[in-house]
Nanobody
Framework: QVQLVESGGGLVQAGGSLRLSCVAS????????MGWFRQAPGKGREFVAA????????DYADSVKGRFTISRDNAKKTVYLQMNSLKADDTGTYYC?????????????WGQGTQVTVSS
């Protein structure tokens, strides 16, 4: 079973940037797509971005396209989410997950998440 640990969240003003990290340990990381999801207070968890094992496949929610960039370092078993031009609507807890390849479907367990708060 892979364990995922997210970090990098914080409080930022609208228009600012943050970079989130997710480190995987145990289980199998190689060959899997990875993705980011978020959950705002009182709302369900929603897809944000996904990246294939080789980095060739990338997918973004319309709400973050052009502002967020997902990347990964397979040697470090780490996936990143660079978030620019942050908006108040980006506030929430961000989670990473392994993904069914070329899809928005997460598999396996979730980490504890990292909180992102964007002040307007």
């Amino acid at each position: 079973q892979v364990q995922l640990v997210e970090s990098g969240g914080g409080l930022v003003q609208a228009g600012g940037s943050l970079r989130l990290s997710c480190v995987a340990s145990g289980g199998t990381f190689n060959g899997y797509g990875m993705g980011w999801f978020r959950q705002a207070p009182g709302k369900g968890r929603e897809f944000v971005a996904a990246l294939g094992w080789s980095g060739t496949y990338a997918d973004y929610a319309d709400s973050v396209k052009g502002r967020f960039t997902i990347s990964r370092d397979n040697a470090k078993k780490t996936v990143y989410l660079q978030m620019n031009s942050l908006k108040a609507d980006d506030t929430g807890t961000y989670y990473c997950a392994r993904m069914i390849y070329s899809s928005r479907v997460p598999i396996g367990s979730w980490g504890q998440g990292t909180q992102v708060t964007v002040s307007s």
